[in-house]
T-cell receptor, first 112, second 116 residues
Framework: QKEVEQDPGPLSVPEGAIVSLNCTYS??????FMWYRQYSRKGPELLMY????GNKEDGRFTAQVDKSSKYISLFIRDSQPSDSATYLC????????????FGTGTRLLVSP | GAGVSQSPRYKVAKRGQDVALRCDPI?????LFWYQQALGQGPEFLTY????????KSGLPSDRFFAERPEGSVSTLKIQRTQQEDSAVYLC??????????????FGPGTRLTVL
């Protein structure tokens, strides 16, 4: 079992929709959770991170962590075609921040 | 530099050939990471450098994989006697500070290796 699990999609939505992307994790010691966005043929770029449980908002993006259920979510409001990409959730490995553990990524397609 | 750069961007190798993949991190970044990303998968950790010291190589899949960062800046990932299962995108990332939990890893565009 992978330490971070993610539905690979693809997830197709019309422009303007609210998107919900989700991950689960197995290691209860994980405390920091990140969302990376990866465009085709590009490297991942950090979107946001959260610490422990709770919500964090940045513009159209909201990250949410529920440690009791080991569930991580990313919500995108008013989705745009430019949001079409693969979204990767990640957490620190068992040795700290030097070794990120990624999910498989969910491919998102936002149609105009 | 403006970001992490990697070369070559694409590499085709015949099975059994040796390859060398280069990473130029962001200037001044202390930490450097290599990840392997198979098709349809997330990146998987290979190895980590702090300056020129290789502090963690637990993710290297076999002794055919070797990484170095001799002067604490540019890094090279070498794969000897390539096999078809080595086909993947190899991502390099760098970060400024090693111990700050908020330190961000900045990724390069990757080198896509295809072994025939």
């Amino acid at each position: 079992q992978k330490e971070v699990e993610q539905d690979p999609g693809p997830l197709s939505v019309p422009e303007g929709a609210i998107v919900s992307l989700n991950c689960t994790y197995s290691n209860s010691a994980f405390q920091y959770f990140m969302w990376y966005r990866q465009y085709s043929r590009k490297g991942p770029e950090l979107l946001m991170y959260t610490y422990s449980s709770g919500n964090k908002e940045d513009g159209r993006f909201t990250a949410q962590v529920d440690k009791s259920s080991k569930y991580i979510s990313l919500f995108i409001r008013d989705s745009q075609p430019s949001d079409s990409a693969t979204y990767l959730c990640a957490s620190e490995g068992d040795t700290g921040f030097q070794k990120l553990v990624f999910g498989t990524g969910t491919r998102l397609l936002v149609s105009p | 530099g403006a970001g992490v750069s990697q070369s070559p961007r694409y590499k085709v190798a015949k099975r059994g050939q040796d390859v060398a993949l280069r990473c130029d991190p962001i200037s001044g970044h202390v930490s450097l990471f290599w990840y392997q990303q198979a098709l349809g998968q997330g990146p998987e950790f290979l190895t980590y450098f702090q300056n020129e010291a290789q502090l963690d190589k637990s993710g290297l899949p076999s002794d055919r994989f070797f990484a170095e960062r001799p002067e604490g800046s540019v890094s090279t990932l070498k794969i000897q006697r390539t096999q078809q299962e080595d086909s993947a995108v190899y991502l390099c990332a760098s970060s400024l500070i090693t111990t700050d939990p908020l330190d961000t890893q900045y990724f390069g565009p990757g080198t896509r290796l295809t072994v025939l």
